[in-house]
């Protein structure tokens, strides 16, 4: 017998994928789990290896206090505890630490592939991963990109999906991401800004904002200068905002790079919308290094997980920050919660064709 | 009589610049000169209008404690105050509030030269300036592309100068400055990298630093993540580094722009040398916005400035913040103190070809 989330009314379900083993991301899942609030808010299914979990466990000294089943289709319908689907996939002799590995790769992949497979099957309204390593990724699947083409891969949905940094209230969406950055400028178009700011729109309201306040960055140093350093803010930049005013949206700007967070520090916003990655990442892991979610919206469901890495520089010390994390479970908690179904929040997805 | 700047052994000589008439310039001006820590260490000479300084003096609140000159030829000796040159250069009624004009730029370009040329003629150790607004001084002298060009220009010099941000005891330098973002990526290489780390090396031994310890930022996001995003990394900035290293110098990384500043913030270097200006602006000014310093360094004689503007929508209130002039003036006062004359710090300055 299938559980469905319906089981359990109250408490959105949140799918967790344990991330790269070879850094901290074992001891984080563990740490996360053993949070009394976050126990309470959500029920758990998280996809991995109870002995990488143990393990984790022991590096950040907290007691496993959960229920662990061999498949997701054996999963009790109600219960208070976090549930593991122990994949048994990745034997902790076979973990090399602080290296990226085909063996790591594997495992997180996996695991990411289930949870994911498991929203999409209605029976989870969120995923939350630990940190993943990029390289480990790729060797385990050469085509990952980033996380969105591997979450569009399993989905099979071709959607407008797009990362968001978000830092307590303050969000961070971006028109051109992991680009190279002689390429950015070639990419800035009316046409992406209005889509990007549409998409972070949508999102924002998904997680509770009546009507975002979204400032719009410059693209050139002191916005161009009036011309004399670039003219995207006179030609496209500025008459996006214009467009976007005029539809209905709350955006503000353009405004120059090095002063729009000065202002969204100071609450003149919710949102920064940055012309490429490092604009927004420069400022926003300044701000909060230690509390950034790494938000990916524009699918059916939020998938959420922290911003920094896998830190295989302190891994298996026992001294990794939970804090991002924890913020990252939440803020999937929360837009889960806002939605009615997780089939509500749908229409965004269509095929891939 | 020439009063020469060795008249006071102690304290150096500043020549100070009173900026744009039509914001917060005047009241900074006058509130500068009034404290008492600023009037013990500097011998200010200041250059500008008698009446602008006034009505700045009333807007700040602070009284005038000032000798008043009609040229610098006739500068007392010894005094313990500031002095100002009364150049009669502006009438009160022709200043517009808010408004970048003519009367002001012509007011602040000939107090900037004056100062220039104040300190190129080995009377002064160093030059400070409350804001310019860049519109006006564009009206005033058409070919104001930046301070760097006015400077070279007003003192017949072609040197390999810079503006540095120098926020406390970290300092940003940049590859590039005031160019479109779509022209940063060719302007990099190797040399360029080179030769900015190596002024700002020598800028920062000016200042006091036995041996300033350099991170260099990536240009790309993660710094090109392997080459998957731009190749810069690389082929130019690593292999830069590297040579920088060889040489002597303290270079670190390159780092991905996004974490730069976390460790910069956390000392683990001196400066970040920066691939393009935004990428240390961002940071700089959400760090301190209000102590914020723009030093130009590379001419024979330190120039320092508030890094923020004229600030037109608080002028007259009473209202701006004097920590970052304050800052400014106390940066030109260090380096003035470090050189043992102003001939002695002019290596670098050669005639104009």
């Known amino acids: 017998m299938q559980s469905h989330h319906a089981a359990d009314s109250v408490r959105p379900t949140i799918a967790l994928a344990m991330g790269d083993p070879g850094g901290i991301s074992s001891e984080l899942a563990a740490k996360l789990i053993a949070q ?15 002995r990488i979990l143990e393990d984790g466990a022991k ?32 034997d902790p002799s076979d973990v090399t630490p602080a290296v990226p590995t085909l063996a790591g790769g594997r ?25 993943f390593n990029k390289k480990a990724m ?15 891969d399993v989905l099979k949905l071709d959607c407008p999906a797009r990362e968001f940094n978000v830092l307590d209230e303050l969000w961070n969406a971006r028109v051109t991401s992991h680009i190279a950055l002689a390429e950015v400028a070639a990419a800035i178009s009316k046409d992406a800004i209005l889509r990007n700011l549409a998409l972070a729109d949508a999102c924002m309201r998904a997680a509770g904002f009546a009507r975002p306040r979204i400032a719009v960055a410059a693209l050139n140093p002191h916005a161009g200068d009036g011309g004399n350093f670039g003219r995207e803010e006179i030609d496209i930049i500025a008459p996006a905002v214009r467009e976007a005013v005029e539809r209905g949206y ?42 950034g979610v790494t938000y990916v919206g524009g699918f059916p469901f939020p998938i959420c997980t922290p ?22 479970m939440l803020l999937a908690i929360r837009i889960a919660s806002q939605a009615p179904s997780s089939a509500a929040a749908r229409p965004q997805g269509r095929a891939a064709s």
């Open 59 to 90: 590096v950040a000294g907290v007691a496993l206090d959960i229920d662990t089943v061999g498949t997701e289709d054996a999963l009790p319908a109600r219960t208070p505890r976090p549930v593991l689907v122990d994949l048994k996939n990745l």
């Open 36 to 50: 009394d609030d976050i126990r309470a808010a959500a029920r758990i299914v998280m996809f991995g290896d109870m």
């Open 138 to 152: 790729r060797l385990a699947y050469p085509g990952y990109d980033d996380e969105i083409r591997f979450i569009a």
């Open 307 to 328: 911003a920094h890495g896998t830190a295989y520089d302190i891994g298996g010390r026992g001294i990794a920050n939970l804090g991002a994390t924890r913020q990252a």
């Open 250 to 291: 709350a955006a503000l700007g353009p405004y120059p790079a090095d002063t729009v967070f000065v202002r969204a520090k100071r609450g003149e916003c919710d949102a920064v919308l940055t012309m490429y990655h490092d604009q927004g990442q420069i400022a926003m892991k300044l701000m909060g290094f230690d509390r």
């Open 107 to 131: 495992f997180a992949t996996e695991n990411f592939r289930r949870a994911l497979q498991y929203a999409a099957a209605g029976r989870a309204h969120g995923v939350a991963f630990t940190p």
